[in-house]
């Protein structure tokens, strides 16, 4: 069976557009594939953060994962920073990755810039990334488009390394991305990548109530400035997407012809919206709930992960550390 590996940071809020672009993919895919999913807490530590809101942020992470369909049976679902393996690979790695590629990052530049002192951390966030990634061998990677670039750095470092230390058979595969059809979604500001740091989100826990207050403003066709006014529904730029991935086909063609024939407005359309939008989140918000009022089955089941995840990445570190000459721990004999 092939091995999928994502990462997901714990940001706090588990949102429709890393929903959409990962997870969701992620619970389809465990069933396919030997899958991997980890909550990146190192990633996360790369930006300025509270502790005791780290730690609450990564349950969460883990909770909203668990309810959105990850099953703990067929996934291993673990917290980065409780498999050392994956800082130790990250060094070495950092041993074969040009500085320049680092630099030349989008995410880097779109990070550090908005830092007043920069620290080591965010430039070597990718390599970490590839550690992540190659610990497990992993063949797939699914995630949203933003990380295709990372993506291609992981790459270059597995060549890199099997060029060194494995030249006649490559041990590290070179893994590639699997992206969905929802691969980037737009914000309910119609302009960005939906994102926690920017504020144009609806989280998966979410009330009706509160989505609905964000939905009714959002953004369509500027076209329609009153309901008489024939829209175009490509011109939608949020509330058209949405509808592309949470209701059925026959209301897709539903929204496209009332739209472009001006048969029903704008708050009509989010109206319907809001309803299948809500049927699919409802139940993963109850589980949540569930899984939220039982912390200690909670610690059981990342501790039960991370062990899993440790046997793969004691492996991989002792072949990689064997073919680089250098000894393992003194507790790994
Ligand atoms: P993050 O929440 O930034 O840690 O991202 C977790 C995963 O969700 C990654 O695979 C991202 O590529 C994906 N993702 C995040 N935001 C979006 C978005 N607005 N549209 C599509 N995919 C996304
Ligand atoms: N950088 C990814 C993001 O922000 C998170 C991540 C860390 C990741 N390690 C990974 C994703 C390994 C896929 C594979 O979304």
Known sequence: MARIFSGIQPSGELHIGNYLGAVKNWVALQ?????FICVVNYHAITLPYAAPDLIARTRE???GLLAAGIDPEKATLFIQSQVPEHTELAWIFNTLTPLGELERQTQFKEKSGRQEQVMAGI???PVLQAADILLYLADLVPVGEDQIQHLELSRVIARNWNARFSPDAPYFPEPQPKLTQTR???GLDGRSKMSKSIGNTIGIMETPEA???KLRP????PARQ???DAGDPDKCPVIYQLHKAFSPPAVVIEVEEHCRGAKWGCIDCKKSLHGHLVAELAPIRARAQELAGDPASLTNIMDAGAERARVVARKTIADVKERM????AASAH
Request: hydrophobic content about 45%; overall charge neutral.
């Open 31 to 35: 069933s396919q594939y030997e899958s």
């Open 61 to 63: 992470m883990a909770i």
């Open 123 to 125: 430039l070597n966030y």
């Open 184 to 186: 980037r979604i737009v």
């Open 211 to 213: 989505i609905w207050e």
């Open 218 to 221: 959002a953004v369509t066709d």
């Open 226 to 228: 009153k309901k008489t």
């Open 325 to 328: 000459g250098l000894p393992l």
